[in-house]
């Protein structure tokens, strides 16, 4: 059971460099989720999403975009890269919108 | 937005004791959840509370809903080396919504000594 799997694990951007974090579940769960975590600060949500075609913002969405084709892919898009964005990104689906989330492993990011 | 005080930041306990932690708040909330953060790895639900009042056990681990639902408490009994972590709560306002309304607490980082 692979649950929720992001790529790529680790990743170096320069300033002012774009990149896509990949997301993707095999649990066909309708809601997903990005929150990105700072030493000492929780969770915050960017952006998420209640199916495919339907998105929306988060507690933190500047800086960042996403996408949602289809139920399984949840892509975070970073655009003009910031040393602000230095984080780890996580992740999450959920069932129904309310109850567990599911989380992936995380893609630690560092932009310099 | 919502804000949820942990308590404490860290902990640092021998083996064998037990631990406590808690989150408050200014608000009311309808659902608390705690997880676990292990190092490299997502957050997992460790207990879900719905209900004012609520006591749920999961193995060693006992988490309440508070009364007043300003509040809730984990406790973990007999710690063991593999409880090293980070333990987050979440709520989710009495205002209702669904899971995009979930507000995480810092977290409280254990550290257990053999």
């Known amino acids: 059971n692979a649950g929720v799997t992001q790529t790529p694990k680790f990743r170096i951007l320069k300033i002012g460099q774009s990149m896509t974090l990949q997301c993707a579940q095999d649990m066909n769960h309708n809601y997903m989720y990005w929150y990105r975590q700072d030493p000492g600060m929780g969770l915050k949500l960017i952006y998420y999403s209640v199916g495919a075609g339907i998105t929306d913002k988060g507690e933190v969405p500047n800086g960042y975009n996403v996408s949602r084709s289809t139920t399984e892919d949840f892509p975070l898009r970073l655009e003009l890269a910031a040393p602000s964005q230095t984080s780890v990104y996580f992740c999450a689906s959920s069932t129904a919108g309310i109850g567990a989330l599911h989380f992936g492993n995380g893609t630690r990011l560092t932009v310099t | 937005g919502q804000q949820l005080n942990q308590s404490p930041q860290s902990m640092f306990i021998q083996e064998g004791e037990d631990v406590s932690m808690n989150c408050t708040s200014s608000?009311?909330?309808?659902?608390w959840l705690w997880y676990k953060q292990e190092p490299g790895e997502g957050p997992v639900l460790l207990i879900a509370?719905?209900?004012?009042?609520e006591l749920t056990s999961n193995g060693r681990l006992t988490a309440q809903f508070g009364i007043t639902r300003k509040d809730s408490f984990l406790n973990i009994s007999a710690s063991i080396p593999s409880d090293v972590g980070i333990y987050f709560c979440a709520g989710l306002p009495n205002s209702g919504g669904s899971n995009y309304k979930l507000t995480f607490g810092k977290g409280t980082l254990l550290t257990v000594n053999p």
């Open positions: 608000s009311i909330f309808n659902t």
């Open positions: 509370l719905y209900k004012a009042g």
